[in-house]
C-alpha cells in the first residue's frame, strides 16, 4: 500500500519561506517521478512542480520559476519543496503525488498516488 506523508506546510509571511516534505512508502520510490499540486478554496487542483526519478529533470508552472524548487533524496524516499518569496496567491493545500512512469508530467491524471495535502497560508 503506498502512502504519500507531507510536512512542512504553515503560515508565513510574504517575502517568506518554507520547506515543504513528501515521505513515500510502498514503491519503489526511486522508479518513478513525483510532482506537487496545489489546490486553492474555490479553484481547480492546478501542478506546481515535478521531478524526474533521477531529480535531473524538473518542470515548474510558471509563476513559482525562480522562487520554488523541488527535489528528491531516493535514499530517504523523500520529495522537497523549497519555497521562498512566499506570495498571498501561493496560499493553497499543497499536494504530493506519484506518477505513474519515470516522467515529470504536468498533468493531474498521470499521477496514481495522492498525500492528504499540507496547508500552506501566506499573510500579506
Known amino acids: 500500500q503506498v502512502q504519500l506523508v507531507e510536512s512542512g506546510g504553515g503560515l508565513a509571511q510574504a517575502g517568506g519561506s518554507l520547506r515543504l516534505s513528501c515521505a513515500a512508502s510502498g514503491r519503489t520510490f526511486s522508479s518513478y517521478a513525483m510532482g506537487w499540486f496545489r489546490q486553492a478554496p474555490g479553484k481547480e487542483r492546478e501542478f506546481v512542480a515535478a521531478?524526474?526519478?533521477?531529480?535531473?529533470?524538473?518542470r515548474y508552472v510558471d509563476s513559482v520559476k525562480g522562487r520554488f524548487t523541488i527535489s528528491r533524496d531516493n535514499a530517504k524516499n523523500t520529495v522537497y519543496l523549497q519555497m521562498n518569496s512566499l506570495k498571498p496567491e501561493d496560499t493553497a493545500v499543497y499536494y504530493c503525488?506519484?506518477?505513474?512512469?519515470?516522467?515529470?508530467?504536468?498533468?493531474?491524471?498521470?499521477?496514481?498516488?495522492w498525500g492528504q495535502g499540507t496547508q500552506v497560508t501566506v499573510s500579506s
Open positions: 503525488a506519484m506518477s505513474g512512469s519515470d516522467y515529470p508530467s504536468r498533468q493531474v491524471e498521470f499521477y496514481d498516488y
Open positions: 521531478v524526474s526519478w533521477s531529480g535531473g529533470g524538473t
